[in-house]
């Protein structure tokens, strides 16, 4: 049941703000599981290599088809036909009841915006142009556990310093973004921007969007001085088509990340691939929904360990049955196999130290943002989850 601003007036947090044609709305989503995954290998902190600790493992995962998440959402009718609009929403592991987004209160979305009849403009911490207009076509929703959405993406969906502009005109709807890179002496270096546009019309979509980064190098992301950066494009068109009961999707992603000029290390490994995916959806039932997913990234180059290679092509096959016990909790199986890196292609390969014979991960993220590591001796890796998601 939705929580009105009345009910969190009695803690006195928004006391004398309720007005007749305004609203605010507490909302989350409550998502663990129970998983096992083979072929799993820990590693340190900093990816490295962590001998005997290898095999299959069982584990409680927060989040598997939602990512955990409460929030505030408000609104409220300005006059002129024009609305004031906030949002507020933080990302927390069920599991462990931590802050999510690198302990960030407000991690996942933060913004404050006017919506009329032209449009939205809103302001803040958001998700990027691009995950907006490819959200309807990703085969699962953005499942937290086995859709690699950092290698569809890149691993900055979610931006700071942003300024949207999201129109919806019948069919058709566009929207724009930059975010600040607020680098003194430079108005480009850490900054980004992204354009893109759905149509739906009866049972077809269509979906196109661009976006790109101006990745800062590993040392000046740290603090460092300077504001030397590399660009990351990434440009996606989509389709989906739905019969009745069933519904069928496809994509494709062009992705370059250029070196910096200097040769310094980016914050964002450098690689040059095209990604692909396919997915349908099935509702057997109003109550049982079945999804079955494909992922595959044509790694065309990568910087590892100082050096361009042409690593292997990841892969990976999902699996999801999610039954409805009432619009708000549900109960699902999710399975997933990766075939040249590890599930969601946290880890896409090793790097050897000559020297000391560690072995390190490399993959789209460092290893503290990441979940799941392959033995380096593997080249798949199967996971499976039963979990339990209940929305508010």
């Given at each position: 049941m939705k929580k009105s601003l009345l009910a969190l007036a009695v803690l006195g947090t928004f006391a004398g703000v309720a007005q007749a044609q305004s609203s605010v709305t507490l909302y989350g989503v409550v998502d663990a599981n129970v998983e096992y995954v083979n072929h799993a290998q820990a590693v340190t902190a900093a990816g490295v290599v962590i001998p005997g600790s290898t095999g299959s493992r069982l584990a409680m995962q927060?989040?598997?088809?939602?990512?955990?998440?409460?929030?505030?959402?408000?609104?409220?009718?300005?006059?002129?036909?024009?609305k004031g609009l906030f949002?507020?929403?933080?990302?927390?592991?069920?599991?462990?009841?931590?802050?999510?987004?690198?302990?960030?209160?407000?991690?996942?979305?933060?913004?404050?915006?006017l919506q009329g009849n032209w449009g939205k403009i809103t302001l803040g911490r958001q998700y990027t142009t691009i995950f907006d207009m490819m959200a309807n076509f990703s085969p699962t929703g953005y499942a937290t556990q086995y859709e690699p959405v950092v290698g569809q993406l890149g691993p900055n969906f979610r931006e700071d310093n942003v300024i949207k502009y999201t129109g919806a005109f019948g069919p058709l709807t566009v929207e724009g973004h930059w975010s600040f890179g607020e680098r003194a002496g430079s108005q480009t270096a850490n900054s980004a921007y992204g354009v893109g546009a759905n149509y739906f019309a009866g049972p077809f979509g269509l979906g196109i969007a661009y976006d790109e980064v101006k990745v800062l190098t590993a040392a000046e992301a740290l603090g460092g001085p300077g504001n030397e950066y590399a660009k990351d494009k990434r440009a996606a068109i989509a389709a989906s088509y739905t019969m009745g009961p069933v519904k069928v999707?496809?994509?494709?992603?062009?992705?370059?990340?250029?070196?910096a000029s200097s040769g310094a290390t980016l914050a964002l490994l450098p690689h040059r691939d095209d990604y692909y995916w396919a997915g349908v959806n099935y509702q057997v039932t109003p109550a049982l929904g079945l999804t079955l997913a494909y992922y595959y990234d044509n790694i065309k180059e990568a910087t590892i360990g100082g050096a361009t290679v042409n690593p292997r092509n990841p892969q990976q096959w999902q699996f999801i049955a999610d039954y409805n016990f009432s619009k708000r909790t549900d109960v699902y199986l999710s399975a997933a196999y990766a075939r040249n890196a590890s599930l969601n292609w946290d880890s896409i390969g090793y790097v050897t130290n000559p020297a000391t014979g560690a072995q390190t991960s490399v993959g789209y993220l460092p290893a503290a943002s990441q979940t799941y590591f392959i033995t380096p001796n593997s080249d798949s890796q199967v996971g499976v989850a039963i979990g339990l998601r209940h929305k508010f």
């Open positions: 927060a989040g598997g088809l939602s990512s955990n998440r409460w929030g505030l959402r408000g609104v409220e009718d300005i006059g002129g036909g024009l949002v507020l929403e933080s990302g927390y592991g069920m599991d462990t009841g931590t802050l999510q987004q690198g302990g960030r209160l407000f991690g996942r979305q933060a913004f404050v915006g999707i496809g994509g494709y992603r062009y992705g370059k990340t250029d070196t």
